[in-house]
């Protein structure tokens, strides 16, 4: 399967805990994104990575939230002090710049927090 | 403003119906348009880019209006199979995608 691959599934913690989510993309895709996504809602963007760069990072998203791609290829989401609302399907994407950008979607990784 | 806005629905329609929906975006300066089927608790799926002179894929129309900035997409014979969520979405060079908050889809036999 050469698709993005997201780790684990699901992953239920408790409040105050740490989680953190791995993310492999398609292996020529340069691009990296994390949403997030709620019951009802749209997938909402919360940083991106082109290569190793972390190059935008929502305005919405805590300093509990950090990502990381350190050799430009797999990816983590680490949430610190996880909260009840940050229970939510984690999306990774990935994609491969130039004029016909598209992004793929991973399967998710749902979280829920108790 | 959100940048990217739908209908949420529902549309419930019988099979072999046509349906349309609608997308508006806020940001002149976007370049790329697609639209995405998602079905109950999975991941987003591309079904189609939407290029500016529009596009057909089998059953599927997409269409862009630049003037009015808004995205189309059409379902004729619909099939039961194409019960899911349909999530419109725009992209700027250099900048993340923006997602609409989806427009749920039931084919009624």
């Known amino acids: 399967d050469t698709g993005v691959s997201q780790n684990p599934r699901h992953k239920i913690t408790k409040r105050g805990q740490n989680v953190t989510f791995r993310c492999d993309p398609i292996?020529?895709?340069?691009?990296l994104y994390w949403y997030r996504q709620t019951l009802g809602q749209g997938p909402e963007f919360l940083t991106y990575?082109?290569?190793?760069?972390?190059?935008?990072k929502s305005r919405l998203l805590s300093d509990r939230f950090s990502a990381e791609r350190p050799k430009g290829s797999f990816s983590t989401l680490e949430i610190q002090r996880t909260e009840q609302g940050d229970s939510a399907m984690y999306l990774c994407?990935?994609?491969?710049?130039?004029?016909?950008?598209?992004?793929?979607f991973g399967s998710g990784t749902q979280l829920s927090v108790l | 403003r959100k940048e990217v806005e739908q209908d949420p629905g529902p549309f419930n329609v019988p099979e072999g119906a046509t349906v349309a929906f609608n997308c508006t975006y806020s940001?002149?300066?976007?370049?790329?348009f697609f639209w995405y089927r998602q079905d109950c608790r999975k991941e987003p799926k591309l079904l189609m880019s939407v290029y500016s002179s529009g596009n057909e894929d089998g059953r599927f129309t997409a269409q862009l209006n630049r003037a009015s900035q808004y995205i189309s997409l059409l379902i004729r014979d619909s099939k039961l199979s194409d019960s899911a969520t349909y999530l419109c979405?725009?992209?700027?060079?250099?900048?993340?995608?923006?997602f609409g908050t989806g427009t749920s889809l039931t084919v009624i036999p």
């Open positions: 979405a725009v992209n700027r060079a250099g900048n993340q995608f923006y």
């Open positions: 994407a990935s994609s491969l710049t130039g004029s016909a950008e598209k992004l793929f």
């Open positions: 292996s020529e895709h340069n691009r």
């Open positions: 940001n002149s300066a976007s370049q790329s």
């Open positions: 990575f082109q290569n190793e760069a972390q190059l935008e």
